[in-house]
């Protein structure tokens, strides 16, 4: 399964198996992602932020973008 993602240090914490103090808030999360990223059931491609379709669910978007958006969704 592939969960793109327009945030780079995000897949960055994801992918780092060290801790550090300024990640410590988000433990339970990034373990659970990083034993599905280990074990292969997920991956986390980069996608940029006008490519990222998940916006239009939670964005407001300008009339151009959310037209964008809708017509890559098929």
Do not use: W
Not at 4 to 26: E, G, L
């Amino acid at each position: 399964m592939r969960l793109y993602c327009d945030n780079k240090s995000a897949i960055s914490i994801a992918h780092n198996p060290v801790q550090h103090d300024r990640t410590k808030h988000i433990e339970v999360d990034r373990h659970f992602i990083k034993e599905k990223l280990d074990s292969g059931m997920i991956c986390t491609p980069y996608v940029s932020t006008q490519n990222q379709l998940a916006d239009i669910l939670t964005k407001g978007l300008n009339c151009i973008n959310f037209e964008g958006i809708v017509s890559k969704l098929g």
